[in-house]
């Protein structure tokens, strides 16, 4: 089947330290995406990438990085410079900008900070 | 940058009621207009879309308005049903080849 993974569905991080969450597609779509979801905000953009080896910040791209190497792969991490990174995070992707054709979401990782 | 005003927040209405859920948008980039839907715990998957050289696009018991001149956007649930549940949230384009920009989204509960 195709679409988009999301690992692992929940996360658990100690205050201080990086985590990473991955997002791997098998859609062969270009771009990317990572958005933040909380309560009453919607979902709000972090970064996207619409070519490997390329990618731009978001509305929101403090305390969080992104890498593109592969195609189907585009990882977010977060670092301890996130401040409040307590929340449900979804990865898209589409065969071209967003704005032409439809987003795959995959099902979302929920972060925790304990 | 553009911005999506989405109403209302929360809505609850009766099986079988036509719920209502409105966006504004301020940009003049007009070229595609989603709303996804998302049930808990789960990605939110699209669900309808229009471009706006029509004014309504219907599919099944959705249905887009679209309001060019007011930059206004709605979704109509005809004949709701409890399976309806869900957030839905709007998509309006953004400059340029940016991302879209969603609403801020409405959590729909209908009731038996």
């Known amino acids: 089947d195709g679409g988009i993974t999301q690992s692992p569905k929940y996360l658990f991080r100690k205050e201080g330290q990086n985590v990473t969450l991955s997002c791997e597609q098998n859609?062969?779509?270009?771009?990317m995406y990572w958005y933040r979801q909380d309560p009453g905000q919607g979902l709000r953009l972090i970064y996207y990438s619409q070519i490997v080896n390329d990618f731009q910040k978001g509305d929101i791209a403090e305390g969080y990085s992104v890498s593109r190497e592969k195609k189907e792969s585009f990882p977010l991490t977060v670092t301890s410079a996130q401040k409040n990174p307590t929340a449900f995070y979804l990865c898209?992707?589409?065969?071209?900008?967003?704005?032409?054709?439809?987003?795959?979401f995959g099902q979302g990782t929920r972060l925790t900070v304990v | 940058q553009q911005q999506v005003k989405q109403s209302p927040q929360s809505l609850i209405v009766q099986k079988g009621g036509i719920p209502i859920i409105n966006c504004a948008y301020e940009?003049?980039?007009?070229?595609?207009f989603p709303w996804y839907q998302q049930f808990p715990g789960k990605g939110p998957a699209l669900l309808i879309a229009?471009?706006?050289?029509?004014s309504e696009k219907k599919e099944g018991r959705f249905t887009i308005s679209f309001n060019k001149s007011a930059k206004q956007f709605s979704l109509h649930i005809m004949d709701s049903q409890p399976g309806d549940s869900a957030t839905y949230f709007c998509a309006a384009p953004n400059s340029g080849n940016t991302p879209l920009v969603f609403g801020k989204g409405t959590r729909l509960s209908v009731i038996a």
């Open positions: 859609l062969n779509h270009d771009a």
């Open positions: 898209a992707s589409s065969r071209q900008g967003m704005r032409k054709t439809e987003a795959f």
């Open positions: 229009i471009r706006p050289d029509v």
């Open positions: 940009n003049t980039a007009f070229d595609y």
